[in-house]
C-alpha cells in the first residue's frame, strides 16, 4: 500500500508560481508511474505531468506545457509540481497518483488510464485570481 500526501497549493495571482510537494509513505519499493491530475468544477479529471521513477523524459499535457515542470526526490519518496506563469483555468483541486509498474501493461505512464492508478492523495486546492 502506498500512501500519497499532498501539500503546497493555494490562492495566487494569474502570472504567479506555486510548487506542490507530494510526499509517499508505505510500500515503494519498486518503479512506479507517478503524476500529478487536476479537476476543475464540472469537468473531469485530467492528468497534467507525469514521471518514471525509473528515470526517462517526463510528459505534460499541452495545456501545461513549458508551464509546469514534474520532478521527484526518489530518495526521499518525494514528487514535485512547479507552476510557473499560471493561468485562471488551472484553477482546481490538484492530486498526486501512482501506479505500479506491473499494473501499466508496458505503457507510458501518459498512456495509463486514469482509472488504473492505484493510489492517490486526498487533492490540494490551486486558485488562480485574473
Known amino acids: 500500500q502506498v500512501h500519497l500526501v499532498e501539500s503546497g497549493g493555494g490562492s495566487v495571482q494569474a502570472g504567479g508560481s506555486l510548487r506542490l510537494t507530494c510526499t509517499a509513505s508505505?510500500?515503494?519499493?519498486?518503479?512506479?508511474?507517478m503524476a500529478w491530475f487536476r479537476q476543475a468544477p464540472g469537468k473531469e479529471r485530467e492528468g497534467v505531468a507525469y514521471i518514471w521513477t525509473g528515470g526517462g523524459s517526463p510528459h505534460y499535457a499541452d495545456s501545461v506545457k513549458g508551464r509546469f515542470t514534474i520532478s521527484q526526490n526518489n530518495a526521499e519518496n518525494t514528487l514535485y509540481l512547479q507552476m510557473n506563469s499560471l493561468k485562471a483555468e488551472d484553477t482546481a483541486i490538484y492530486y498526486c497518483?501512482?501506479?505500479?509498474?506491473?499494473?501499466?501493461?508496458?505503457?507510458?505512464?501518459?498512456?495509463?488510464?486514469?482509472?488504473?492508478?492505484?493510489?492517490w492523495g486526498q487533492g490540494t486546492q490551486v486558485t488562480v485570481s485574473s
Open positions: 508505505g510500500y515503494t519499493v519498486g518503479s512506479f508511474c
Open positions: 497518483a501512482a501506479v505500479s509498474a506491473r499494473s501499466t501493461g508496458g505503457l507510458g505512464c501518459s498512456s495509463v488510464a486514469t482509472s488504473t492508478y492505484a493510489y
